[in-house]
């Protein structure tokens, strides 16, 4: 692949050490290296407090591509990756350190991106750091991860932080999901088929389902997580990013200003879910023990380091409206958990039946045409739709009939990866696949009178099985 405008770029990775580094930015990376993404001269920065030099830390990055990378490692490309590679050790609450970092950046006249993968609560110190050694200016910019504060107070506390030293136009804040192949898909899906666009609304849509499942528990998070809860964890960035994505009205022109406005209408349109409404519109869970691919799993409470009277939800069930002409009367319900019975994310867009209808006694709503988008696995879409069941005794009777697309089919390579995509975006200054302050403050108001709503009814989780597929509402939904 041509290198279209991209300029040599100095990538620094606070939180070199991390998870998220050496799980998703490195391999993320090397896959812009193989596809001739990352320019010659640009460099890759790992920042940390680990006692490495630039030789371990090569090693380092080895070793997390042999164990995360999912294809074969080309000794060319690693060749041409390591000599990108560098490291500087730095605890990034020591702002005086950060003089020594300036030696190492300006050897180059690359424009930065520094990439915030170290815990929330040391954003300001990076900030700070850069602002004293003024690396911090246009046309530098940073990418910061969620979670973007646990309420709507601490994310402005965050935004604060940011916007001291960082205009709006250097902040890309992210949400992997937006980077999924599928989830990007949706706009062109909505907005470039007659077949979708025509009935995109309340006249043609009885419900929409948005679903995250995860068959994990906790994993070594349990403290972290009992803080936060599957709702701001999950709901307020992905869920509701996949939300304002399927429900949004078309946009001027697809960029990065049009689209964030729209997203932000829907979001500003959400009805309120509160104390008169909580009980009906909302079901929290936690996991018992149970079976998940043959093996027994413990429950929440009994995971390593749990306490014994922890409430935090690890599922839950959400059911959203949008008060606007399009989408006035459709639920939308937003459902996501740890320890259910498969992992997998989906759209299910259920039709309404045709009101009248010469089949209308035979039909039942396993025949309603119904719309699945895959986000994964096995990203694609599948269309359920009525067919005459061939028959030599019946002239109408139905059958139900599957129309499938599948990514695998049409793409030779593996489907582009979220993180290699967002990098590369940001490398290309275009914020569209990036969550602005606004949506981000807005989704925490709605979330935030939930909670509240929770605490103020005293609303107790109920427990699931692990390996199930969950809750439903107190009220009957499909
Ligand atoms: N992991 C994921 O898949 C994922 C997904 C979405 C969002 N996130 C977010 O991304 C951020 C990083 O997550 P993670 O999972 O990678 O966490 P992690 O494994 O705990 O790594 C955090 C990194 O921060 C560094 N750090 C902490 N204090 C520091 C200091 N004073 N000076 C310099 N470095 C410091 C640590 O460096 P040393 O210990 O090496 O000094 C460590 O490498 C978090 O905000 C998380 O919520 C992560």
Not at 47 to 61: C, D, L, P, S
Not at 285 to 300: C, E, H, L
Request: overall charge positive; charged content about 25%; glycine content about 4%.
């Amino acid at each position: 692949m041509k290198i279209n405008n991209i300029q040599p770029y100095d990538i620094v990775i606070f939180g070199a050490k991390g998870d998220l580094s050496c799980r998703k930015l490195i391999p993320a990376l090397y896959n812009l290296e193989k596809k001739n993404l990352l320019c010659k001269n640009s460099r890759i920065i790992g920042i940390g407090r680990a006692n490495w030099n630039q030789n371990k830390y090569t090693e380092i990055v080895l070793k997390s591509l042999n164990i995360f990378y999912k294809n074969t490692i080309d000794i060319n490309i690693w060749n041409n990756f390591k000599e990108k590679l560098y490291f500087y050790k730095l605890d990034v609450t020591q702002t005086e350190k950060f003089f020594n970092l300036k030696n190492i950046l300006l050897t180059s006249s690359n424009t930065k991106i520094y990439y915030f993968a170290v815990p929330p609560n040391k954003f300001n110190n990076i900030c700070i750091g850069l602002g004293t050694i003024q690396y911090n200016k246009p046309p530098n910019k940073i990418i910061v991860e969620k979670p973007i504060g646990t309420s709507l107070q601490s994310s402005k506390n965050i935004h604060h932080t940011l916007n001291t030293y960082f205009k709006e136009d250097q902040i890309y804040r992210i949400d992997h999901y937006l980077g999924k192949e599928t989830i990007l898909n949706l706009l062109t899906l909505r907005f470039s088929n007659p077949i979708f666009y025509n009935i995109w609304n309340n006249k043609n849509i009885e419900y929409v389902k948005i679903s995250v499942s995860e068959t994990v528990g906790v994993e070594n998070r349990w403290n972290y997580f009992d803080e936060i809860g599957q709702t701001r964890d999950m709901v307020q960035n992905h869920l509701l990013q996949i939300l304002s994505l399927i429900t949004m009205s078309i946009p001027k022109q697809l960029n990065s200003k049009n689209i964030k406005k729209k997203k932000i209408q829907v979001l500003k349109s959400l009805r309120k879910i509160n104390t008169t409404n909580i009980y009906q519109n909302t079901i929290r869970g936690q996991y018992t023990s149970g079976v998940i691919d043959g093996k027994i799993v413990p429950a929440y409470i009994e995971e390593k380091g749990a306490k014994k009277n922890s409430d935090i939800e690890t599922f839950v069930l959400i059911q959203a409206n949008i008060d606007n002409e399009q989408w006035f009367g459709v639920p939308f319900y937003l459902k996501t958990g740890k320890r259910l019975d498969c992992k997998k994310t989906e759209i299910i867009i259920q039709l309404k039946n045709i009101t009248h209808s010469v089949f209308n006694h035979h039909i039942k709503n396993d025949y309603q045409n119904q719309i699945k988008i895959r986000i994964e696995p096995n990203e694609g879409i599948e269309i359920n739709f009525c067919n005459k069941k061939p028959d030599i005794n019946s002239k109408y009777k139905l059958k139900n009939s599957i129309l499938k697309f599948d990514y695998r089919d049409i793409i030779q390579d593996e489907i582009p990866d979220a993180y290699e995509r967002l990098l590369f975006e940001s490398m290309k200054n275009d914020q569209s696949l990036f969550v602005s302050k606004e949506e981000i403050e807005t989704s925490w108001e709605w979330i935030d009178s939930i909670i509240h709503a929770w605490q103020s009814n005293k609303i107790k989780v109920q427990l699931y099985k692990a390996g199930t597929k969950g809750l439903n509402l107190r009220k009957n939904i499909s």
